[in-house]
């Protein structure tokens, strides 16, 4: 099985701050990974595919990167509205979830 | 637009048989793309249970895959799971979701989740 790693698991910051998670593959996923933002109470979201890929409808302040085993999703500026838990998760063998980061604004 | 709507009861006893079906609308399960059941612990770790395609032919996490079925209904367009011999430590909220290929197998489409409690 593939496992998944993600650090920090919480942080705290501010608005404005630019802000990055990482994220770790046990082996090469290639680019089979995919973010996700979740709000209490709520499914999650799919924010960007294939390491990079902004879904529609996200802002552009999102940002994905990393190929092989080591990817991570960046927000340029922060805002009130992405206080929330983000979740990578492979899709390259099954569908194996990081344990999450919890961002506190 | 894609709308997932999962039902089925929220108490279930230890040793007993968890059963969910998700509803789904917006996009036919007999599409190219797979079906997916996630569940979320109280802890908040997401894991993936396993999926299907239209076929019938369906994936499992190893760690789940005695205790589990997914199977489709066509003429309902929904799919379901079955869980089996379920404990406490199968409660969790549980999803059903799109794996959307056209998006690299993300999961592109969730419903909103139910909760199962495993208790006597």
Known sequence: DIQMTQSPSSLSASVGDRLTITCRASENIYN???????KPGRAPKLLIYFGSTLQSDVPSRFS???????????????????????FCQQTYKSG?????????? | QVHLQESGPGLVKPSGTLSLTCAVSGDSISSGNWW???????????????????SGSANY?????????????????QFSLELRSVTAADTA????????QSKYRSLSSWGQGTLVTVSS
Request: glycine share 8%; hydrophobic share 25%.
């Open chain 1, 32 to 38: 089979y990974l995919n973010w996700y933002q979740q």
């Open chain 1, 64 to 86: 994905g990167s990393g190929s092989g085993t080591d990817f991570t999703l960046t927000i340029s500026s922060l805002q009130p509205e992405d206080s929330a838990t983000y």
């Open chain 1, 96 to 105: 194996t979830f990081g344990p999450g980061t919890t961002v506190e604004i």
């Open chain 2, 36 to 54: 997916t059941w996630v569940r979320q612990t109280p802890g908040k770790r997401l894991e993936w249970i396993g999926e299907i395609y239209r």
């Open chain 2, 61 to 77: 996490n190893p760690s789940l895959e005695s205790r589990v079925t997914i199977s489709l209904d066509k003429s309902k367009n």
């Open chain 2, 93 to 100: 909220v549980y999803y059903c979701a799109k794996v959307d």
